[in-house]
Nanobody, 117 residues
Framework: QVQLVESGGGLVQPGGSLRLSCAAS????????MGWYRQAPGKEREFVAE???????NYGDSVKGRFTMSRDNAKDTLYLQMNSLKPEDTAVYSC???????????WGQGTQVTVSS
């Protein structure tokens, strides 16, 4: 079993920054990828970023150049540094962890990010 706990969400003004954290615990082995999705009210879930085994990162087009993801293996924690935030970044951000064998995806509970003046 894998558990994921996100933190760091909140209210920020446009142009501001936030850093989200996703702490993993439990059976953390055979990890294929970790990443983030977000979902705004009335909209479909949107891919934000992922880090794949080996260290390669991918970002969604809407956050490229503004968001940076990193991983601290010693703390089993994934981070999402969000800069130059826009009102359209407002959403619930959820992290996930994919395992290779057996193949599975675990989701965190999500954290709310609100960008508003």
């Amino acid at each position: 079993q894998v558990q994921l706990v996100e933190s760091g969400g909140g209210l920020v003004q446009p142009g501001g920054s936030l850093r989200l954290s996703c702490a993993a615990s439990g059976s953390i082995f055979s990890i294929n990828a970790m990443g983030w999705y977000r979902q705004a009210p009335g909209k479909e879930r949107e891919f934000v970023a992922e880090i794949i085994s080996g260290g390669r990162t991918n970002y969604g087009d809407s956050v490229k150049g503004r968001f940076t993801m990193s991983r601290d293996n010693a703390k089993d924690t994934l981070y999402l540094q969000m800069n130059s935030l826009k009102p359209e970044d407002t959403a619930v951000y959820s992290c996930y962890l994919d395992k290779r064998s057996p193949s599975s995806r675990t989701w965190g509970q999500g954290t709310q990010v609100t960008v508003s003046s």
